[in-house]
C-alpha cells in the first residue's frame, strides 16, 4: 500500500530542501518554479486520501505505523478518519495558493521564503495525521520555527513584536500539553497512543486538570476569547502568504485539538466545563464582531472576523450533537477557504498601494472591476450568505443550538447579522464610490495570475456552499462515533 | 597488563600525552605550535580509542577500591574526549590569533581532562577530590592564561577564591560522612548509609556541605555567582572548554557521591535538589533576559539549563539518572555549537561577544545562521532538535517521581528561556548585518561544526540511539 500520509507530509519538506539547496537569491525564478512543482506534488498526493476514503467506518485509514523511539514507546504512528482527512487536503491546497500568490511578490530571499512554507505544509500534515501523542507535539511545535521566520523575517513594520508575541503565545499553551502528555503517559502505564488514552478511566478531578492542560494549548491557537490576543498582531504584519496560512490552517489545528484530543480524552470534563466554552465561545462570536466592526485596518477586521467565526466551531464541538460537531468541522473548512480569499484579496490591493488602511481606498471598483467582483462574493461568503460556504457551517451550528437551547441559538445567530455589517460596510468603503484619491485612480486590475488564484478559490467557495455533501459524507461515521464515545463516562 | 592497569589505560595515555608535549613544546618554534596541537589531537584520538576497546559491561573495581570502571564511567569519558577535541578543533583560530596557541594551554587543557577522567571513575572520596582539584587547577590557570589582560585575570581570582571555598565544603562535607560511616569507599559509605542506625545528624550535615559543593561544581542557584563572570572574562576558546567537558564531570559528581554514596539517603537530598533545580531554572532565565553579552546570556543559560538535569537526578532512580545524563550530553553538544559559532564571527582584534554582532547573520551566511538557529531552538528544547528530547526526558522524570508541579514550573521557565533564544533568532534573521566582514574558517573547522548542527537536528529526528546508550551505561552501573 502506497504511504500516502508519509507522502503527503515528507514531500513538501523534501521539496524544500530542494528549494534551499537549488534556488539562489540571484536567480529567483528557479526557486518559484522548484517550490510550486513541489507544492503541486504535495497536493496530488493527498488526493488519493479522498478518492480511496472508506466512508462507511470511524475507524482510522491510510494507517502507517513504525517503531520510532523504542525508549519512550514512541511510534511513528499516521492516519486519518472523517475527522481529519479534509484538512489534510485543504492544507496541501492552500499552500499551492500561497506558492502561487507569493510568486512575484516576494522578491527578497525567495527560496527562504518557499521552503518555509513548504516545510510548514508538512509538518501540519503530520500534526493532523499523527496518532501518537509525541509525534503530534513534535510536529505541532515544530510548525512554530517556520511561522515565526515567515512573521519576522518578511512581515510589516511591527514584525518582530508580531512574532516573538506569536511564538510565545503558542508556546506557553503547547507546554502546558506536554505536561499533560507526559502525564497520561504515566497514567496509562507508558503508552504515547491516543487511541490507549480514549480508553483510559481518569477522576474527574485529574480530566479537569488535563482539560486545562489541553485547553491551554489549543484555545490559544484556535484562539479563543481572551487569549486571542496574538492573532490580530500575527495576521496583521505577516506576508499574505503568513496570513493565509495562519488563517485557513494553523487556527484549524487548535479547533482539530478539540475533537481528537480534549472530546475523547477527557469526556466527563467536557461536559462539565461545557458551559464555559459556550460562554466563551459566544463571547467570540458576538463581542469580537463588534471589534471587527470598528477596526480601520482591513487585516485586522478579517483576523477579528476569524476569531468571531471559530467561535462558531467551538460553540459546535460542545453542543454535544451531530449537527454542531458537524457544522463545526464544515465552518472550519469553509473558513479556511474564505479567510484565504479575504486575505489574498487584501494582499492583491496591499502589494499596488502598500497600505491595509480602509480610508486610504475607495471606488476600487471604478478601476478594478474583476478584482471588485471577485471580493464580492468572498465578502458575501464571509458573511454567511447562502449558496456559500460560509452559510452551510453557521447554519448547521445554528440549528444545533436551536435544539439545545433558543438563546442560545439567537445569540450566535447575531453573528450572521454582525458578520455582514463589519464585512460589507469595509466592502462598500473600500470599493464603491467615486476613486478616493489619485493612487486609487491610477490602479490596474488583476493580472492574469491573479484573476485564476481567485478564481480557484471562488470555485471552491461556491462549489462547498451549494452542494456540502460530499464534505459531510466524509465525516458523517466519524463524528457520529465521536459522539457516542464522548457520551460515556471515563469516570 | 593486568586488568587494573586496563581500566586506568585511558588516564594513562592521557597523562603520557601530556607530559610528552610538555617536554616536545620546549623544542619547539613559534612556527611549529601546530605540532603541538595535532599531538594533542592524537592524544584524545588514541585515549579514545583505548577506552572503546576496553570497554565493558561489567562493574570493576580496581587499585584497592579507589576506581570504578563501569559502562558510565566509559561513555562519559568518550564524550569528554570528543568534546575537548572539538574544542580544540573550533577554537584553532581564535587561539593562533591570540596569541594562546602555545604548548602551556595545550598541556592545561589535556591535565584538566585527566582530571576529569580521574572524577568520572573515582570510587572513594580521596580519588574523587584529587580528580576534582586536578582539573579546577587547570582551569584556573587557563582562564588566567592571557596574563596580561584584566578581565581573564579577575575572571580567574573569581574563580579560584570561590572555587577553593567550594572544595572546602566538599572536604568538609567527606570528612563529616567519613565520620558517620567509617569510609571513604563510595560503595562502602553506600552500605552503610543504608544499614544506617547511628549518627544521622552528622550524615546530614554532612551531606549539606556535599551537595553545597556539587552546586557550586555545577553552577546551580545559590551557588551560581562565578558562572557568568568566568565564562564573560575567559577567553571565547577557554569559556568553551569550561561550559563543554566538565559538565560530564559534574554529573560524575553528582552521580558518585549522591546517586551513589549517599543513594540511602535521598529523602534528604531530594528536597535540597529541587529547591536548587528551581531557584535554577526560573533565575537562570530571568537574569538571562536582561544581557547584551552573549557569553555572559549564553552563562546564565548554563545555570538554568543545570537546573533541568538537577530535575533528572531529582528523580533519585535510574530513568532521573540517565535523563539527567542524557540532558547533559544534548546541553554539551549545543553549547559546543553555539560556542563555535560565536567564535567563528571573531576574528583578529575582533571579539563578537555582543549580541549585535549576530546581527543579520542569516545575509551574510545562511548556513551558519542555520546551525546557529538549530542551537537555539535546541536550547530552547524545541522539537525537531535534541534539545526538546533532552527536556521531555528530564520532566517525565519528574513527573514519574510525583513532582508535577515542577514539572509545571520547569516548563514555564522554558518559555522564559524561549524568549531570549528566540531574541538571537531575531537578531540573525529579521535585523540587517552591521559587520559586514566575509566569515573565514578552515576547512576543518567548517566541517565539524556543521557536522556538530547537522547532529542536533538528526537526534531531534531519532533520539533513540543516545537515549538507549544513557540508558544501558546506568542500567549496567551500580546504581541500578
Same mark, same amino acid.
Given at each position: ?491 | 597488563?593486568? =586488568?587494573?592497569? +586496563?581500566?586506568? $589505560?585511558?588516564?594513562?595515555? /592521557? !597523562?603520557?600525552? %601530556?607530559?610528552?608535549? &610538555?617536554?616536545?613544546? #620546549? ?79 595545550? =598541556?592545561?587543557? +589535556?591535565?584538566? $581532562?585527566?582530571?576529569?577522567? /580521574? !572524577?568520572?571513575? %573515582?570510587?572513594?572520596? &580521596?580519588?574523587?577530590? #584529587? ?79 556535599? =551537595? ?269
Amino acid at each position: 500500500m502506497t504511504p500516502y500520509l508519509s507522502l503527503a507530509i515528507w514531500v513538501p519538506i523534501v521539496a524544500a530542501v530542494a528549494v534551499l539547496v537549488l534556488g539562489r537569491d540571484r536567480d529567483a525564478g528557479r526557486a518559484r518554479w522548484i517550490a510550486l512543482i513541489g507544492a503541486l506534488a504535495g497536493f496530488l498526493v493527498t488526493i488519493p486520501l479522498y478518492t480511496h476514503f472508506d466512508k462507511t467506518t470511524s475507524a482510522m485509514q491510510f494507517v502507517e505505523r513504525a517503531s520510532w523511539i523504542p525508549y519512550f514507546d514512541i511510534y511513528y504512528h499516521l492516519g486519518v478518519d472523517g475527522i481529519s482527512v479534509l484538512f489534510v487536503l485543504l492544507n496541501s491546497f492552500t499552500t499551492v495558493l500561497v506558492v502561487w500568490a507569493g510568486w512575484e511578490v516576494i522578491k527578497t530571499r525567495v527560496a527562504q521564503y518557499m521552503a518555509a512554507f513548504l516545510i510548514m505544509s508538512g509538518l501540519i500534515n503530520g500534526a493532523f495525521a499523527a496518532l501518537d501523542a509525541i509525534l503530534f507535539y513534535v510536529y505541532f511545535e515544530a510548525m512554530l520555527i517556520p511561522m515565526y521566520l515567515i512573521i519576522g523575517v518578511w512581515g510589516g513594520e511591527r514584525r518582530v513584536y508580531a512574532a516573538i508575541k506569536f511564538f510565545l503565545y503558542t508556546l506557553l499553551g503547547s507546554l502546558l500539553m506536554l505536561v499533560a502528555f507526559i502525564y497520561l503517559y504515566q497514567q496509562s502505564g507508558g503508552s504515547f497512543a491516543l487511541a490507549d488514552w480514549y480508553v483510559l478511566p481518569l477522576s474527574l478531578k485529574t480530566q479537569v486538570l488535563l482539560f486545562v492542560a489541553f485547553f491551554a494549548a489549543f484555545a490559544v491557537k484556535v484562539p479563543m476569547w481572551p487569549v486571542h490576543t496574538w492573532l490580530p498582531d500575527a495576521h496583521t504584519e505577516a506576508p499574505t502568504g503568513g496570513s493565509v496560512v495562519l488563517a485557513a490552517i494553523t487556527l484549524k489545528i487548535g479547533a482539530y485539538g478539540f475533537v481528537r484530543f480534549i472530546l475523547p480524552i477527557v469526556p466527563d470534563a467536557s461536559h462539565h466545563l461545557s458551559g464555559f466554552v459556550i460562554t466563551l465561545s459566544l463571547i467570540a462570536i458576538v463581542y469580537i464582531g463588534f471589534v471587527a466592526l470598528v477596526q480601520a485596518d482591513m487585516k485586522k477586521l478579517i483576523a477579528y472576523s476569524s476569531i468571531s467565526h471559530m467561535g462558531f466551531v467551538t460553540l459546535g464541538f460542545f453542543l454535544f450533537n451531530q449537527l454542531g460537531v458537524e457544522g463545526g468541522l464544515v465552518q472550519m473548512i469553509s473558513h479556511g477557504f474564505v479567510s484565504a480569499a479575504m486575505f489574498l484579496c487584501v494582499g492583491v490591493l496591499y502589494d499596488r498601494m502598500h497600505t491595509r488602511m480602509i480610508a486610504d481606498y475607495g471606488g476600487v471598483v471604478n478601476t478594478m472591476p474583476k478584482f471588485a467582483a471577485f471580493m464580492m462574493l468572498f465578502a458575501m461568503a464571509n458573511a454567511g450568505l447562502p449558496a456559500t460556504s460560509g452559510f452551510v457551517g453557521e447554519f448547521l451550528v445554528i440549528l444545533a443550538a436551536v435544539q439545545v437551547n433558543f438563546w442560545l441559538a439567537f445569540l450566535a445567530a447575531l453573528s450572521l447579522i454582525l458578520g455582514a455589517a463589519y464585512t460589507l460596510w469595509m466592502y462598500k468603503r473600500v470599493i464603491f464610490g467615486a476613486p478616493g484619491n489619485a493612487h486609487v485612480a491610477g490602479l490596474t486590475d488583476l493580472s492574469r495570475r491573479e484573476f485564476w488564484l481567485l478564481a480557484t478559490v471562488a470555485a471552491a467557495v461556491l462549489i462547498m456552499g451549494i452542494f456540502p455533501k460530499p464534505f459531510i459524507d466524509v465525516m458523517h461515521v466519524s463524528v457520529t462515533d465521536l459522539l457516542a464515545h464522548v457520551a460515556k463516562s471515563k469516570i | 597488563m593486568t =586488568v587494573s592497569l +586496563l581500566s586506568v $589505560l585511558p588516564e594513562i595515555v /592521557v !597523562l603520557v600525552g %601530556a607530559s610528552m608535549l &610538555l617536554l616536545v613544546d #620546549l623544542f619547539l618554534t613559534d612556527r611549529q605550535r601546530h605540532i603541538g596541537y595535532w599531538l594533542a589531537q592524537l592524544t584524545l584520538l588514541v585515549a579514545a580509542y583505548v577506552t572503546m576497546r576496553t570497554m565493558s559491561v561489567d562493574v570493576l573495581r580496581v587499585f584497592h577500591n579507589l576506581v570504578v570502571d563501569d559502562l558510565v564511567g566509559d561513555f562519559l569519558r568518550i564524550f569528554s574526549f570528543i568534546a575537548v577535541s572539538l574544542v580544540l578543533f573550533y577554537s584553532r583560530a581564535y587561539m593562533e590569533a591570540r596569541g594562546l596557541f602555545r604548548g602551556e594551554t595545550f =598541556v592545561l587543557i +589535556l591535565f584538566a $581532562l585527566l582530571g576529569m577522567q /580521574v !572524577l568520572i571513575t %573515582a570510587n572513594s572520596f &580521596l580519588t574523587l577530590y #584529587l580528580g576534582l582539584e586536578l582539573m579546577s587547577l587547570a582551569l584556573y590557570a587557563l582562564v588566567a592564561i592571557q596574563r596580561d589582560e584584566r578581565a581573564p585575570a579577575e575572571a580567574a581570582m573569581k574563580y579560584f577564591v570561590l572555587g577553593a571555598l567550594a572544595s572546602g565544603f566538599l572536604l568538609y562535607g567527606m570528612s563529616m560522612v567519613y565520620g558517620a560511616t567509617g569510609s571513604l569507599e563510595i560503595d562502602r559509605i553506600a552500605q552503610a548509609v543504608l544499614g544506617r542506625t547511628d549518627n544521622p545528624i552528622l550524615l546530614i550535615l554532612g551531606l549539606v556541605f556535599i =551537595v553545597s559543593a556539587i552546586a557550586f561544581k555545577l553552577g546551580a542557584v545559590p551557588y551560581h555567582m562565578w558562572v557568568p563572570d568566568v565564562y564573560h572574562g575567559a577567553p571565547t576558546a577557554i569559556t568553551l572548554l569550561i561550559a563543554s567537558a566538565p559538565k560530564f564531570a559534574a554529573f560524575a559528581l553528582i552521580l558518585r557521591l549522591l546517586a551513589g554514596a549517599m543513594g540511602g539517603t535521598e529523602f534528604g537530598w531530594q528536597g535540597m535538589l529541587v529547591v536548587m533545580s528551581v531557584l535554577s531554572v526560573t533565575f537562570g532565565h530571568i537574569v538571562a533576559i536582561a544581557q547584551t553579552n552573549i557569553k555572559r546570556m549564553l552563562a546564565y543559560s548554563t545555570i538554568a539549563n543545570m537546573g533541568y538535569v538537577l530535575m533528572g537526578f531529582m528523580a533519585a532512580d535510574v530513568t532521573g539518572y540517565s535523563a539527567a545524563m542524557f540532558y547533559i550530553v544534548a546541553y554539551v553538544l549545543t553549547t559546543l555549537g553555539a560556542f563555535g559559532v560565536v567564535m567563528l564571527l571573531s576574528r583578529r582584534g575582533f571579539e563578537a561577544d555582543t549580541l549585535d554582532d549576530l546581527k543579520g547573520l542569516n545575509q551574510r551566511s545562511p548556513w551558519w545562521a542555520f546551525i546557529m538557529l538549530l542551537v537555539m531552538f535546541s536550547l530552547a528544547g524545541m522539537p525537531p532538535t535534541v534539545g526538546f528530547y533532552a527536556k521531555l526526558l528530564v520532566l517525565q522524570a519528574a513527573i514519574k517521581a510525583d513532582f508535577v508541579w515542577l514539572a509545571i514550573v520547569g516548563v514555564l521557565a522554558a518559555l522564559l528561556g524561549a524568549f531570549y533564544y528566540l531574541r538571537v533568532v531575531k537578531l540573525m534573521y529579521f535585523d540587517a548585518p552591521v559587520d559586514q566582514e566575509p566569515i573565514e574558517a578552515r576547512t576543518d573547522t567548517r566541517f565539524l561544526l556543521s557536522a556538530n548542527g547537522l547532529v542536533l537536528l538528526l537526534l531531534g529526528v531519532l533520539p533513540q540511539p543516545l537515549m538507549g546508550l544513557c540508558a544501558l551505561a546506568l542500567v549496567h552501573s551500580q546504581y541500578y
